[in-house]
């Protein structure tokens, strides 16, 4: 039953004309018309590297998000689109060298996998370590690394409306099934939550989980409307649908189920809050996106924004501020700033830590208090998220200032430690302790719960 308080409804959307969901992938490149514009070497280049990273992207970026004026600068074109300099000289030329060959799919297969494998597709441990047990069995589609907060991926949501090029998911979207993080299984979701009175955030990831219908989110969110699972008080569900697809909530045929079922989980009492994956201003520049905005908002729901940042698309300040600004004039909460991960094409899109933070903090000095709720620059590493707290001099030793956002151990989080300053270092595994010490603090600890260093 509808309530009055579903104020989505209130105002209409009848303004906006539904639109058919039309994507391309790495097998139809020719089909994609503003592409015939470019040097038949660029198209080359596209396809070679598409044969090796991840490439899908829907007609909505194509029309309404690309500047194809200022291709390939356009920070969404290399967004979603391959460049060359995202495969290594040497595995680019050798797959360039198969394509120009006429190569055979099982070929061009083969060694596209030898050179993902060379891509260090599961950073960070995804795959050995924080995988949940019910009954003495693994669950698939679950990881519990921090105390209070299940991250959950559903199988249907394994995919995205578009695909970003430095997406650290990567390896789970080239069809390696054991490279796969994901669950058919919304019981399993639901009695390991039972088990677990400690956990009182659930965050559902993908891929992105709002490819899915909204019968199949239903599957997984309904049970948390019940008293069993009353201490799961907050819901997250990342996304990039309000920059791939912002129909999904205004003239999708289950977008006002979808929204009925965000409010029905904020009248039950929870923080329901969209974790918004933003990487630029011009996500957000449409009225189809602002709609979408509106519309959740008006559910009572939370958007937050987070996004990693990355070279060749949002390494500057300027753009970040000017995002931040115009997410909180749409109602958005400013949350992370994300170091890229050290995967995929990491080489073309990384960014040192001591740029990521003068960044970071260039940007907030241009924001007022209201955006400066993003945290970051942090890094998602094994032990957990560490921010860069600044660059500082402490006895004439120039200095990282460093902190866990969030902690394998809760109890590392928010003690300030220190690394050594090192101009290039991109990466957590790359920095060394300052003051001459061995190693940082909570080294030993780590190594004992995973076997591992970083
Ligand atoms: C970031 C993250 C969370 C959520 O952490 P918050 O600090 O609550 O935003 C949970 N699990 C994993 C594995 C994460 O990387
Ligand atoms: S939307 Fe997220 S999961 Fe999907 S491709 Fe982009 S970064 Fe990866």
């Not at 539904?18 to 080359?44: C, G, M, N, S, Y």
């Not at 998220?385 to 866990?404: A, D, H, P, T, Y």
Request: contains cysteine; negative net charge.
């Amino acid at each position: 039953m509808r309530t009055a308080a579903l104020k989505f409804e209130a105002v209409s959307s009848e303004d906006f004309e539904p639109r058919a969901f039309e994507v391309h992938t790495d097998r139809h490149l020719d089909r994609i018309k503003p592409l015939a514009k470019l040097p038949e070497e660029q198209r080359f280049e596209m396809q070679v590297v598409a044969s090796v990273l991840p490439f899908r992207v829907n007609q909505y970026v194509i029309d309404e998000l690309i500047d194809w004026n200022r291709v390939p600068e356009d920070p969404i074109f290399q967004l979603t689109f391959p460049q060359k300099g995202m495969l290594a000289e040497e595995d680019f030329q050798r797959m360039a060298a198969l394509h120009r060959a006429g190569a055979d799919k099982k070929e061009i297969q083969a060694l596209a996998n030898e050179i993902r494998a060379g891509l260090n597709p599961h950073p960070a441990g995804q795959m050995q370590l924080n995988l949940p047990k019910v009954n003495g069995e693994v669950i698939n589609g679950l990881q519990h690394k921090y105390r209070e907060t299940v991250l959950f991926f559903p199988a249907q949501g394994q995919t995205c409306h578009s695909y970003c090029t430095f997406c650290f998911r990567w390896a789970q979207f080239v069809g390696d099934k054991e490279l796969r993080i994901a669950s058919r299984e919304a019981d399993s979701l639901v009695a390991y939550l039972r088990g677990h009175p400690d956990v009182t955030d659930l965050l559902m990831t993908g891929g992105d989980p709002m490819v899915m219908k909204t019968s199949n989110l239903k599957q997984y969110l309904e049970p948390l409307l019940e008293d069993d699972l009353a201490h799961v008080q907050t819901v997250r569900i990342g996304t990039k649908a309000l920059t791939f697809w912002p129909y999904r909530f205004v003239t999708d045929p289950d977008a006002d189920e979808l929204l009925d079922l965000l409010a029905r989980l904020v009248q039950a009492g929870k923080h329901v809050a969209l974790m918004a994956h933003f990487n630029h201003w011009r996500e957000m520049d449409t009225d189809i996106c602002h709609e979408a905005i509106r519309r959740i908002r008006a559910t009572g729901a939370q958007i937050r924004s987070q996004g990693p940042l990355i070279a060749h698309i949002n390494d500057n300040a300027d753009d970040w501020a000017r995002m931040w600004r115009e997410q909180v004039r749409l109602g958005i909460i400013p949350y992370y700033m994300f170091v890229e991960r050290d995967t995929g094409a990491k080489c073309y899109f990384e960014v040192p830590l001591a740029r990521a933070w003068k960044i970071y903090r260039d940007a907030m000095q241009q924001v007022s208090g209201l955006a400066r709720t993003a945290r970051g620059p942090s890094m998602s590493a094994g032990p957990g998220k560490v921010e860069i707290q600044g660059v500082s001099e402490i006895n004439g030793q120039k200095v990282f200032v460093l902190r866990f956002i969030q902690g394998r151990n809760p109890d590392w989080v928010q003690r300030p430690f220190f690394a050594r300053y090192d101009e290039e270092a991109t990466w957590l595994n790359d920095l060394k302790p300052a003051f001459g010490e061995e190693k940082f603090f909570f080294e030993d600890e780590y190594r004992a719960m995973t076997g591992r260093i970083s």
